[in-house]
């Protein structure tokens, strides 16, 4: 449909398609203006966009309605739907008395590590560093993505720019991670400055994925999503610590009822373990490599004993 032509929905009176796409605009710059996150600007976008799109009138409320019920879609993207709408009412002073779609908790797939490394290692080394971020903080993207030169000192990270109402956090990194990281381009004050935006970034990380999965006969890789490293960082660590305020802080969430899920992803078929001895520092240093956990140390055999999950 061109600029020119118009619509009539519910039996309402035409309305030119150039002014929902003003509307549209105008709502969006004003999300800028409020200091709304790009990610969170184009995903309003994204849904108005579809919904004019699939004949729903913006501007008469009640004509949205039918337009998500009929939508093939999962109950939650609809729920993401409305919460997107009734804020474009809002500042359109529009009433809307939104339908009820509940979201529906699901329990998040989780790779195995080595699904992980396949990923990372399929990427160029400049371009490794972001997932490899991940998978060492379990932040979200847009927080890695945000982070900048000044939030790593020499191997601790912080995330000082939190995301989601979650709290600010401070992580140790492997020694060579942090070498890949200063190793990029200082082009900008934020570490990833130099690169595009975090969507593209996104798209082109979607098609490399898309090319490992079917060169590696690994259907699993091709699930792997940013977010597919906090969950599974998340559930390593709770099934290494047993510490659920742990992941809590790692996290950074503010509710532990949003922590509790990563206690039943994983079972594992026994709690038995390789326990090893060190009797000086290189040993000890070259156990923690291996991902040995330090036990507790004893003074009659001047021994520090180790442990490993079988």
Not at 196 to 218: D, M, S
Not at 237 to 244: A, C, G, M, N, Q
């Amino acid at each position: 449909m061109s600029a020119t032509e118009s619509k009539t929905v519910a039996g309402k009176s035409p309305i030119a398609e150039q002014d929902v796409k003003g509307k549209i605009t105008e709502y969006l710059w004003h999300l800028k203006k409020e200091g709304r996150k790009d990610l969170t600007i184009l995903a309003h976008r994204k849904v108005l966009t579809r919904l004019a799109g699939h004949g729903a009138n913006l501007l008469d409320p009640e004509s949205l309605k039918g337009t998500i019920a009929n939508e093939q879609i999962h109950v939650n993207s609809k729920a993401h739907y409305v919460i997107v709408y009734k804020s474009f009412a809002e500042w359109l002073n529009l009433y809307w008395k939104p339908p009820r779609y509940k979201f529906q908790r699901k329990i998040p797939w989780i790779p195995t590590e080595t699904d992980l490394d396949q990923l990372i290692a399929g990427f160029k080394q400049r371009t490794a560093v972001f997932p490899m971020l991940l998978k060492e903080t379990m932040a979200r993207s847009g927080e890695v993505w945000d982070l900048k030169w000044t939030d790593l000192n020499v191997n601790i990270l912080t995330i000082s720019t939190p995301e989601k109402n979650n709290d600010p956090r401070q992580f140790k990194i492997s020694d060579r991670l942090v070498a890949l990281v200063n190793a990029l381009p200082r082009r900008d004050k934020r570490i990833f400055g130099s690169a595009t935006n975090l969507n593209n970034f996104r798209g082109n990380f979607t098609k490399r994925r898309h090319c490992l999965a079917r060169t590696l006969g690994n259907p699993r890789i091709d699930q792997i999503t940013f977010h597919t490293f906090r969950h599974f960082g998340a559930t390593m660590l709770y099934h290494k610590t047993r510490d659920i305020l742990l992941v809590k802080q790692q996290l950074g969430h503010r509710y532990i009822e949003n922590t509790m899920v990563y206690t039943q992803l994983i079972t594992f078929e026994s709690d038995e373990y390789n326990t090893a001895y060190a009797r000086s520092l290189e040993e000890e240093d070259k156990l923690i490599k291996a991902g040995f956990e330090f036990v507790r140390y004893n003074d009659k055999e001047q021994i520090a004993i180790y442990r490993k999950r079988k």
